[in-house]
Nanobody, 116 residues
């Protein structure tokens, strides 16, 4: 059974940075597509970034392009989201996502709060 555990959330000021981590259980991490989503209060869950199984390909939402960087370390079964130039509108619960053999798995979420 796949389990995803996010960490690294917290509170920062506008312009600050945070790095989120997503640790995955199981031996299949290196074959899975990984991604990050977020959900702000009263809004739908929003896709932020996707990374291919080997890290060679990444895709970003326009809202975070140039500010956020997704990466992965297959030796550690961990995906990351480096967030810079944070804005109050980035405040949300951030979720790690895995697509493995067409099945979706989600982490429990980690809160990111950006104050002005």
């Amino acid at each position: 059974q796949v389990q995803l555990v996010e960490s690294g959330g917290g509170s920062v000021r506008t312009g600050g940075s945070l790095r989120l981590s997503c640790a995955a259980s199981g031996r299949t991490f290196s074959t899975a597509l990984m991604g990050w989503f977020r959900q702000a209060p009263g809004k739908e869950r929003e896709i932020l970034a996707i990374i291919s199984f080997n890290g060679a390909s990444t895709t970003y939402a326009d809202s975070v392009k140039g500010r956020f960087t997704i990466s992965r370390d297959n030796t550690k079964n961990t995906a990351y989201l480096q967030m810079t130039s944070l804005r109050p509108e980035d405040t949300a619960v951030y979720y790690c996502y895995m697509n493995l053999d067409s099945r979706a798995y989600w982490g429990q979420g980690t809160q990111v709060t950006v104050s002005s």
